[in-house]
Nanobody, 121 residues
């Protein structure tokens, strides 16, 4: 049974930082690309960042220069370091796994339950 469990969300002031973690089990972690998505109230879920083979990364324009995705294969865990947070970053953040390489939600096979990130102004 595949499980993705996010943690690290919370309430932070604008300009602050958070580090999200996603612990994975039940899949061969090294075979999957891992992605972070987010969904704000009333909006569609959107791509934030992805990582393949621990080194090939891709970011949404909104994340470039502020967010960093990384992974620890030994721990089957993917991280999202978020710096310079803005109120518009407020959303539920989800990690997901895919054998592909895309940025669309439909391309991802497994999802976590999400973790809330709230940025106050």
């Amino acid at each position: 049974q595949v499980q993705l469990v996010e943690s690290g969300g919370g309430l932070v002031q604008a300009g602050g930082s958070l580090r999200l973690s996603c612990a994975c089990s039940g899949l061969t972690f090294s075979r999957y690309a891992m992605g972070w998505f987010r969904q704000a109230p009333g909006k569609e879920r959107e791509f934030v960042a992805s990582i393949r083979w621990s080194s090939i990364t891709n970011y949404a324009d909104s994340a470039k220069g502020r967010f960093t995705i990384s992974s620890d294969i030994a721990k089957n865990t993917v991280f999202l370091q978020m710096n310079g947070l803005k109120p518009e970053d407020t959303a539920v953040y989800y990690c997901a796994a895919t054998l592909g390489r895309g940025t669309r939600t439909s391309e991802y096979d497994y999802w976590g339950q999400g973790t809330q990130v709230t940025v106050s102004s």
